[in-house]
């Protein structure tokens, strides 16, 4: 079955125009040739990241979507869309704005059909759909968080090494950087880290009335949260996959080990099976 989704994968020209969601927010509106029926999927990606993901893993995925009768927005978020940006000007607070605004334009589309969406989160971006998905449970069917934070936002993110350094750094200059291992230097503002402050990420999902599912990799950096987000989802089905050595990015960069192979195929099914 993964080997097929690969193989999709190289195959597919999907149907991808540049859009802009709302003044200053770019994305890409992704849909099938044939055969859709209305279903449509929301996908955020992670900090200081941009919306095709790393290894271009959430591209990869709108276009099996799309092969699947499933079309979808990704969105750059405003201040840190761009994968060259070193400095982020984002916070929590804009990123909500800006997922508000991606659902407003699905809203506005021809052919979406009201009741059968979805949101899709990687890391931060599973925090902001999180929160999306509890302030307006009726516009999301069907959740799936990848690599998702826990708990408390401002602690899960300013209170945990390395990133409390840089916090602290932000609280006393304004601004703090971090090095991102074989990837870029990053600047994170005080404000950024100050608008972390009252999310939590139970309490959101315990608002949240739909289908869930947590996709992680065993060798994530983020702690294992999957039976404590079981236990408060309140949609059904609820249910969590631990793909077997996988990272945070699920080893998007090795793709013969196959885990983000494994995370493609577990999130289109799933979205077949809920949307």
């Known amino acids: 079955m993964i080997a097929g989704f690969m193989a999709l994968a190289s195959l597919l020209q999907a149907r991808e125009t540049a859009v802009e969601v ?32 790393a290894g271009d893993l959430m591209k990869r995925l709108a276009s099996i979507l799309s092969a699947q009768g499933i079309a979808s927005l990704r969105i750059n978020f405003r201040g840190e869309g761009d994968r060259n940006r070193t400095k982020i000007e984002s ?38 759909a999180i929160e999306t998905a509890a302030r307006e449970p009726s516009a999301c069917r069907s959740l799936v968080l990848w690599s998702s934070p826990s708990g408390d936002l401002y602690m899960g993110v300013a209170g945990t090494p390395p990133l409390d350094k840089v916090a602290a750094q932000a609280a006393k ?13 990053i600047t994170l503002t005080h404000a950024f880290f100050e608008s972390l402050r009252g999310f939590n990420a139970d309490a959101a999902l315990a608002r949240y009335p739909g289908a869930f599912l947590s996709v992680r990799g065993s060798n994530d950096f983020l702690p294992q949260h999957e039976a404590e987000f079981l236990k408060v989802a309140k949609g059904h089905p609820a249910e969590a996959v631990l793909i077997g050595g996988a990272d945070h990015i699920f080893s998007v960069f090795q793709p013969e080990l196959g ?17």
């Open 91 to 128: 916070t929590f607070t804009t990123r909500l704005e800006d997922a508000a605004s991606a659902q407003s334009f699905i809203a506005r589309q021809p052919g979406v059909k009201p009741g059968h969406t979805g949101l899709l989160g990687w890391s931060l971006g599973a925090s902001t």
């Open 173 to 185: 200059e304004g601004t703090g950087s971090i090095e991102m291992k074989g990837w870029k230097t």
């Open 259 to 275: 885990r983000d192979a494994r995370v493609i195929e577990v999130t289109v099914q799933w979205f077949l099976r809920t949307l």
């Open 22 to 53: 709302a003044p200053g927010l770019s994305g890409a509106w992704v849909t099938p040739d044939a055969g859709w029926d209305g279903r449509t999927v929301v996908l955020m990606h992670g900090l200081a990241d941009d919306m095709d993901g």
